[in-house]
């Protein structure tokens, strides 16, 4: 078309995914505008080879957390665009992944078609796992997914059910500290407190044209809800984003100040 620019002079922006027929393009040396971190992993690309567990983190020693996937059953628990869904899939492992939205599923189901991996896909609330047998799943995966849920005690006890005796339930969620700042894009030096710590108010986010609502949890109180589920928590970590970390489009200034995430491994006991 007479007046368009050549095709390498423009690029989809990456948080545009195939929602839209007009995606927003950026010039090549044009800075890409990081994403709300509490959106994660919302707008990331998927086809990554690791489990990612939060904004800039470093994945290879987290991922260990999960433990051997090779030929073990994992349940992935709010799949969102399917990277983690697909990494634990190339890994070896018998994935079933689960998400409330169909836009969402849509899309995991496409990243699984690229990469040739097999992954079951359900559309379902992460509270009903129903169509999951007992005592039938050897790990499950959490990537700030808990955090559209606001009673967690539900999910827990499902999971309960669900998992082996003594199997991990590893999740992420974004740490509330950095909830309660924003930066101050004026002064660029510091950031302001904008939230108290005992808010309750769930925080709205847009991605792409994918929208959702982050309740804030503080970990104190998924600890206790862990435990009275029957878990026993084992891993607790407030991990520093690493310079050297493959890059995120959820990068902030934030980093700095106060952990972006907070991560927890849980087993499960009893049966």
Same mark, same amino acid.
């Given at each position: 078309?007479?007046?368009? %620019? ?61 433990? %051997? ?106 740490? %509330? ?95």
């Amino acid at each position: 078309m007479a007046g368009s %620019p050549p095709h390498d002079e423009t690029r989809r922006h990456p948080s545009a995914g195939n929602v839209s027929s007009r995606p927003t393009l950026v010039q090549p040396d044009e800075p890409l505008e990081p994403l709300p971190a509490i959106s994660f992993p919302h707008g990331e690309e998927p086809g990554r080879a690791e489990v990612r567990l939060g904004p800039d983190l470093d994945h290879t020693s987290l991922v260990r957390l999960l433990g %051997p996937l090779d030929g073990r059953r994992v349940l992935d628990l709010g799949c969102a665009a399917g990277s983690a869904a697909v990494a634990m899939a190339r890994a070896g492992a018998r994935v079933t992944a689960i998400d409330p939205s169909t836009a969402r599923l849509t899309r995991a189901r496409h990243a699984a078609e690229v990469a040739e991996v097999k992954v079951e896909f359900h559309h379902s609330d992460l509270a009903d796992l129903a169509f999951v047998r007992a005592d039938s799943i050897d790990a499950a995966l959490a990537v700030y997914s808990l955090s559209q849920v606001q009673d967690l005690s539900r999910v827990f006890r499902q999971l309960h059910r669900v998992l082996s005796p003594e199997a991990p339930l590893v999740l992420s969620l974004p740490h %509330p500290f950095a909830t309660m700042l924003e930066w101050d894009h004026e002064e660029q030096t510091s950031p302001w407190l904008t939230r108290t710590f005992w808010s309750e108010h769930p925080l709205a986010w847009r991605v792409a044209g994918d929208e959702g609502s982050t309740h804030v949890h503080q970990v104190s109180a998924v600890f206790t809800s862990l435990q009275r589920s029957n878990f026993r928590v084992d891993t607790l970590l407030e991990p520093r984003p690493e310079p050297g970390a493959p890059g995120s489009l959820h990068r902030s200034a934030l980093d700095e100040w106060v952990p972006p995430t907070v991560v927890i491994r849980a087993r499960k006991q009893g049966t």
